[in-house]
């Protein structure tokens, strides 16, 4: 009795994970886009907050553009490092209002 594959149904096979991969990594591809967003608004908002708390105890907003004052509230152990923007998104400064904001490039 022969118990092998035959070729019909190794075709079969290899059609159906091709039609599986045409659903599933289009989804993986969009979590990436998600995932970025997410960092972006949680990194601007905690840089609000924290802005917020500087002022309140420094008396004044930060000066200078993005990285002058994240490098000023990083220094003043405020947060730990300055963070840096995930691909496809830029963040800037306002220091007239003391807002950090993120664009999608």
Excluded at 25 to 35: N, R
Excluded at 46 to 67: F, I
Excluded at 73 to 94: D, R
């Amino acid at each position: 009795m022969n118990t092998a594959f035959t070729l019909i149904e190794i075709l079969i096979v290899v059609i159906l994970l091709g039609i599986l991969a045409a659903v599933v990594v289009p989804q993986f591809i969009d979590s990436t886009d998600e995932v970025n967003a997410g960092k972006a608004l949680t990194d601007i908002s905690t840089l609000n907050s924290v802005v917020e708390h500087y002022r309140v105890k420094a008396g004044a907003y930060p000066t200078g553009d993005y990285k002058a004052a994240a490098d000023i509230l990083s220094a003043a152990n405020y947060i730990q490092e300055t963070p840096s923007a995930p691909t496809g998104y830029t963040y800037t400064y306002t220091a007239a209002t003391g807002r950090f904001s993120q664009a999608k490039d």
